[in-house]
């Protein structure tokens, strides 16, 4: 009987709207950076609302799809297209209901903001929001959508006093140790993760862990997310160690529980990979990797806006390893997923266009890449105002672009206006904020404002230090850079022992055969080398070689990078026998993965001619100047200081050359 009454209900418009509405509320996210994709929670909603009526779910979603085609009315027609996820449709006829029924009718005002924040127009679903709010006061869930909505807005302050409404209003109504309540305070933890208060952030992180495992039992899918959610944060501390715990077990959980192939599986083993990458681990996170990639694919089909997130960071893995033929067309392929799903104003699109950008920045195609972090930076913009710190992203990394072709006068307000909005948005004293300081400084540098640079260097590094703790790979990062400003300025007595501490944070941190420890070995060896000690530089130069051979390939830039600094090493000893080939071989490896005309095939260029002109082979060192004089000039410019220094050295060189000849 109750089937054929749930039956009978497919045939009453009034009954499947509410089933509309009862879908559309139980598939709607509930927290940022949620696991399941918009699909998933449809497909989530659809059984549990076909479930309470005995219907089958495929029977409710042709019913709800085809009322949906009949629907005359703007609230009736804006629901069936929210439920369909197409929100772009969805807003315009939820906008119009909201507008006609403002007096009475609180739920268009939610659905409104559900389309609006699938859109990504965070603001704008706020406002839609904060009228259901007023129309509906101490609704938990409406408070907490206003948090979600300014949360993801960027502005941190606005959201948090609802999140924690919700919270209390959730509390009070259901007890401390309810599931709903661990999702609030999971919201709540998440926030304050953002804002770089991970003391703040933890202890609301493992409450909500705790009330799960009560409630759920510690092999519960919500249980798994939880622990998802708190190796975030240990990721975000440093503590890779304790981060991959937790992921594995939520990994193991989720298997369990869903299955091998279930789409929340595939973004666990996304986050676990991630952590790989962060680590400096490029051998363990590709298969990961490309297993959610093939889950996804499997599950949500090849067009879905989740399997653009996995191209992408495969694509991330496949650049930081330097196979920037394998990243190129990932990043191309979520581009275009992202432009036909979301639209080409979403700020999806807007993170695909800035990771293809730095792709195209890294390759030394500058023309290429500006356009796109220009598009990026609009986009944002439009959609999630000026002051977001999304927005701020972009504009470092277009400021680090401007700065890679030499235009400082045009890095310096974007890296500026970085910081501006980093400090308003997340504090002076966040992790982030001391990033901005360190690239700001690092352009005052090359401008030779060293006494700009220095005290940007220093405040970054205390409020790592403050942040993180001072151990953090953070902190040897600020600790290698204000070393490398000591060394310039010639005081290496201050630089050692700052490179030294460096070099043992990151050793302890990753191991003694990390590249980021080849990178530390590197920068020490050049302050000893710069100080004349050849026989302390020669082993620190061959032991980062032998860690990056082993750990990037034989062929990577990087590798590139080592073989030249030992044979600029060698050629102060006066070896040039045994720095040639270095120099040849560091020349061949940069042409092949970055191409010959890549502004980094320049420096060997210029240096295998220093050597050869050394040598007295001036036929050998001409037609090497002449190539590194004209890469640089196609991709900084003719008046640039670096090609007027290159240009002056050569015009010496063939000066030097004719009087050779003359004799």
Known sequence: MAERAGRRLLEDPAALRAMVQRANQVGAPTSVGREESPEEQRKRALEEVAKIFGLEPNELDSAIRAWGQKAVDPYDKGLAELYA??????????????????????????????????????????????????????????????????????????????????????????????????????????????????????????RALDIDEKVLGPDHP????????????????????????????????????????????????????????????????????????????????????????????????LRAKGDYAGAEPL??????????????????????????????????????????????????????????????????????????????????????????????????????VATVLNNLAE??????????????????????????????????????????????????????????????????????DHPIVATMLNNLAELLRAKGDYAGAEPLYRRALAIDEKALGPDHPEVATRLNNLAVLLRAKGDNAGAEPLYRRALAIDEKALGTDHPAVAPMLYNLALLLRTKGDYAGAEPLYRRALAIEEKALGTDHATVKRLRANFEEFLREKKKAEAK
């Open 85 to 206: 996820r197409n929100y772009s449709k969805a807003t315009p006829d939820l906008r119009k209901a909201a507008s006609m029924r403002r007096a009475a009718f609180v739920d268009a005002d939610v659905s409104l903001g559900q389309s609006l924040y699938g859109e990504g127009k965070y603001r704008e679903a706020a406002e839609a929001f904060g009228e259901a709010d007023r129309l509906r006061r101490d609704d938990a869930a409406i408070l907490n959508w206003l948090g979600m909505s300014l949360h993801s807005a960027g502005d941190y302050g606005g959201a948090e006093p609802f999140y924690r409404r919700a919270l209390a209003i959730e509390e009070k109504a259901l007890g401390p140790d309810h599931p709903i309540v661990a999702t609030m305070l999971n919201n709540l933890a998440s926030l304050m993760r953002d804002k770089g208060d991970y003391a703040g952030a933890e202890p609301f992180y493992r």
């Open 222 to 317: 919500d249980v798994a997310t939880a622990l998802n959610n708190l190796a975030l944060l240990q990721r975000a501390r440093g503590d890779y160690a304790g981060a991959e715990t937790l992921y594995r077990r939520a990994l193991a959980i989720d298997e369990k529980a869903l299955g091998p192939d279930d789409p929340i599986v595939a973004t666990v083993l996304n986050n676990l990979a991630l952590l790989l990458g962060a680590n400096g681990d490029y051998a363990g996170p590709e298969p990961l990797y490309r297993r959610a990639l093939a889950i996804n694919e499997k599950a949500l089909g090849t067009d879905h806006p989740s399997v653009a997130m996995f191209l992408n960071n495969l694509a991330l893995l």
């Open 331 to 432: 990043f191309r392929r979520a581009l275009a997923i992202n432009e036909k799903a979301l639209g080409p104003d979403h700020p999806e699109v807007a993170k695909d266009l800035n990771n293809l950008a730095g792709l195209l920045r890294d390759k030394g195609d500058y023309a290429g890449a500006e356009p796109l972090f220009r598009r990026a930076l609009a986009i944002n913009e439009k959609a999630l105002g000026t002051d977001h710190p999304e927005v701020a992203t972009v504009l470092n990394n277009l400021a680090g672009l401007l700065r890679d072709k030499g235009d400082y006068a045009g890095a310096e307000p974007l890296y500026r206006r970085t910081l501006a909005i980093d400090e308003k948005a997340l504090g002076t004293d966040h992790p982030t």
């Open 443 to 512: 352009l005052l540098r090359d401008k030779g404002d060293d006494a700009g640079a220095e005290p940007l260097y220093r405040r970054a590094l205390g409020i790592h230090e403050k942040a993180l703790g001072p151990d953090h790979r953070d902190v040897a990062m600020d600790l290698n850079n204000l070393a490398g400003l000591l060394r310039a300025k010639g005081d290496y007595v201050g630089a050692e022992p700052l490179y030294r501490r460096a070099l043992a944070i990151d050793e302890k941190a990753l191991g003694p």
